[in-house]
Structure formats: structure tokens, C-alpha cells
């Protein structure tokens, strides 16, 4: 493993579900399994399990961000004995949209003494994340919109390597839309280096026409290849939302962009408009 994606997954440790309620409940995927007696764990997923303050969240009925009342919780208050010593079998959770109460997320997780995972997910990890992601289709063209829910998709079922496949094509598309540019703009563009050229340095030779979180992080590319070829499944769905949220910033800086520039060419017709009147008009 390189020595860049070893000292990251230290920092990644431990599992990034198991540090905020929305992420345990709503984007981890199906099976993925813990053992409570290692290190903070259990008092990581107890937090989680008896949460009763509101977590903020999409809505996939009112289309939009919603804040969500715990209705249905692990409910718990004694301390010794600890609670992994009880609690076996099913245990479900239940998230409610606050303008609607039927707007509701279900999960549930077994347990089976030290041994605990989740069980399932209604609507599915999946029908959370995907809407979420309909943003982009303003700045991905249909394959490539595809390639990125297909991504999210897989990983939201547990397939990590195979989401990882999907998400370095979208990152390799952005490069390539950045070289056509290049190349339309300028036609010394040196196209053979650039062919024979590393991933690194194809960015740094086309970085003008990309956004900037993604030359200053090019190292998403390292990370989405090594998955494919060395990481295992477990591995790459541990930094799935990592890249996935990388990937985000990058696409959201190109929307930025282009509310820019379509700003600026509205404007710049009213204006000669409002001119031509003014002028029309003396
Ligand atoms: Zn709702």
C-alpha cells in the first residue's frame, strides 16, 4: 500500500459511520459489522442508538433538507451493567420529518453479544443518497450523471470496489473535458506529452481549465486507483465517502462557475439592451 493512503487511513480510523448519528443511520450501508469490545466502539454506537436530539437530513419526500425528530430509539438508562451486555437481537430505529410525520426513515440492526450490524434500511441507503445527487445533472451530461449514482449506488449496497470503478470515470471524464478546452484554445497544446503523460501531470498541464479543489487534490485520483487495484472491498467503502464527498467539491465548484458565467451573460445583454433603449430613445 502506498505510503500516502497508509498515513490517511490512520487519520480515517475509527470508521467514519460511527462519527456523526445522520451518517450510522442513513449512509451506511447494509452489513457492514462492528465488534463492541474494541477500543470506543460500543459507547460510539450507544450514542448513536439513543439519540433523541433532532439530526438535519434529506428529505426524499419534501425534496429537500428537513430536520428529523428521533421517534423510535434504543431506549436505555441504565449504566452498569454496560448495555452491550443486553440488547440482543433486532433493535430499530426510527427518524421522522418534522413538516410531515409520515416522511420516515427506518433502520434496524442486530446484535449478538459483542457482534452488532445493521440489518436493513428503509427507504434504502441509496433512495437517500441518489436524489441528493440530482444537483449534478446540470453539469454532468446523461452517461456520466449514470456512472456517478451508479457509483453511489453500488457502495450504498456494500460493493466497494466496483463504486470506486464508477467514480474514477467520472474524475477521468473532468480531465478530459479540461483537455478538450485546451486543446480547442490552444492549438499548440502539446497532445502527445499529455497522452503519454502520468494522471498527476496531466492535471498540472490542463489545471487552468479545472476547478481548483481538484488540482490542489489531485491525490483522489491515488486513492480511487489504488482502490481498484490493492484496497480490499471492506477498504474502499471505508473511504467511499470520502471520494464521493472530493468528487462533490470539485462538481460543485464547476456549478459555481457556470452560474458565473451565465450570470455574466444575462447581464451583459441587459445591459446593452437597456443601452440600445436609452439610446434609441434620445
Ligand atoms: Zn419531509
Not at 446484535?111 to 453539469?139: C, E, L
Not at 480547442?184 to 498540472?204: C, Q, T, V
Not at 458565467?261 to 439592451?273: G, L, N, S, V, Y
Request: aromatic share 12%.
Amino acid at each position: 500500500m502506498p505510503k500516502e493512503i497508509a498515513t490517511q487511513q490512520n487519520t480515517i480510523q475509527p470508521d467514519p459511520y460511527l462519527e456523526s448519528v445522520k451518517a450510522f443511520h442513513l449512509e451506511m450501508p447494509p452489513y457492514h459489522n462492528f465488534d463492541l469490545s474494541i477500543g470506543m466502539t460500543a459507547e460510539k454506537i450507544y450514542k448513536n442508538l439513543t439519540n433523541r436530539d433532532t439530526i438535519d437530513a434529506y428529505c426524499i419526500w419534501c425534496d429537500k433538507e428537513g430536520v428529523f425528530r428521533a421517534y423510535n430509539y434504543l431506549s436505555d438508562n441504565v449504566s452498569i451493567p454496560p448495555w452491550t451486555t443486553r440488547h440482543d437481537g433486532l433493535i430499530e430505529v426510527e427518524y421522522q420529518c418534522t413538516r410531515n410525520n409520515s416522511h420516515a426513515y427506518h433502520t434496524s440492526y442486530f446484535k449478538a453479544g459483542n457482534f452488532f450490524t445493521k440489518v436493513g434500511q428503509f427507504p434504502s441507503v441509496a433512495d437517500f443518497q441518489i436524489p441528493q445527487a440530482q444537483a449534478y445533472r446540470k453539469i454532468l451530461d446523461e452517461e456520466q450523471y449514470k456512472e456517478f449514482t451508479r457509483g453511489i449506488g453500488l457502495a450504498a449496497h456494500g460493493i466497494g470496489i466496483g463504486s470506486f470503478v464508477y467514480l474514477r470515470r467520472v474524475f477521468e471524464n473532468l480531465i478530459e473535458e479540461a483537455r478538450a478546452k485546451a486543446q480547442a484554445e490552444n492549438s499548440k497544446f502539446p497532445n502527445g506529452d499529455y497522452l503519454k503523460a502520468r494522471m498527476d501531470e496531466k492535471i498540472k498541464m490542463v489545471k487552468d481549465y479545472l476547478p481548483e479543489f481538484l488540482v490542489e487534490n489531485r491525490s483522489l485520483y491515488a486513492i480511487l486507483s489504488t482502490g481498484i487495484h490493492e484496497l480490499t472491498e471492506d477498504e474502499c467503502l471505508q473511504y467511499f465517502e470520502t471520494v464521493k464527498i472530493g468528487i462533490e467539491q470539485i462538481l460543485d465548484e464547476k456549478i459555481i462557475q457556470k452560474e458565473k458565467a451565465d450570470k455574466t451573460t444575462k447581464a451583459r445583454e441587459a445591459i446593452q439592451k437597456a443601452h440600445g433603449q436609452i439610446a434609441n430613445s434620445k
